[in-house]
């Protein structure tokens, strides 16, 4: 089943419906990917698992951040997709692409980020515009956050430093000024991206998140990233 944004899903906070308007339009990505593209299952699966993952960290921030009441059962809600998204994920693994799969991806998957968005997020973003706080919720702009030994890029600001590099979402930074992440370290390499230093700063990425593609990129000497959560 397709599923697209409507004013209907609208939170009333423009960077909680901003996350939710990528997070469906993943969702399409990997039911397009299931039909025509079997190959480019795996990093859509795989991408769109960090970028919901990293939503619900940033919503569990905006809550903890405004004192939100109903803060326990949203977090609950979301810990119990990630467990669930987790099995999906390592029975792909095991199995592929398999029709009850994906009668998963298309119902179970769609129908619980649509109910959640509709029930528990409505309530949140409605409390949010209750209190006059809605316009308060910070915008992520560059967001980078860690994805296994790599950085995953899940959105870039444009015009600044990783936009004008080529970076796009979706995009595993491996390596940054020669070095490896998994050597430099997650913390480290998100540093060094934030502050890339007067002659800018050479990338290693996988485009797409593909890794039979290996490119480079130069990131100009400014550029604004937010570090990744360690937890």
Do not use: C
Not at 6 to 34: K, M, P
Not at 81 to 108: I, K, Q
Not at 163 to 172: I, N
């Amino acid at each position: 089943m397709s599923v697209s944004w409507t004013e209907a899903l609208a939170t009333g906070v423009g960077e909680i419906d901003a996350q939710h308007r990528e997070l469906l339009s993943q969702v399409d990505r990997l039911q397009a990917a299931i039909a025509r593209e079997p190959g480019a299952v795996r990093r859509v699966l795989d991408h769109l698992g960090d970028y919901a993952a990293s939503h619900f960290e940033a919503e569990e921030r905006i809550m903890a951040h405004h004192g939100f009441p109903g803060a326990a059962p949203h977090r609950e809600a979301h810990a119990a997709f990630v467990n669930a998204f987790g099995r999906l994920r390592r029975d792909y693994d095991l199995d592929g692409m398999t029709e009850g799969m994906t009668e998963l991806v298309g119902g179970w998957l769609v129908d619980w980020l649509v109910g959640h968005i509709v029930d528990l997020d409505r309530q949140l973003g409605q409390w949010l515009v209750a209190r006059g706080e809605a316009d308060k919720v910070a915008r992520q702009g560059t967001w980078v956050v860690p994805s296994g030994a790599s950085l995953r890029v899940l959105s870039v600001t444009p015009g600044r430093g990783l936009d004008r590099a080529g970076v796009t979402p979706g995009d595993l930074i491996i390596a940054v000024g020669g070095k490896r992440v998994s050597e430099l370290g997650l913390a480290r390499a998100a540093q060094s991206l934030a502050a890339p230093g007067p002659g800018g700063l050479t990338l290693t990425v996988n485009p797409g998140g593909d890794p039979q593609r290996v490119e480079a990129r130069f990131v100009p000497r400014q550029t604004a990233v937010n570090l990744p959560s360690q937890g």
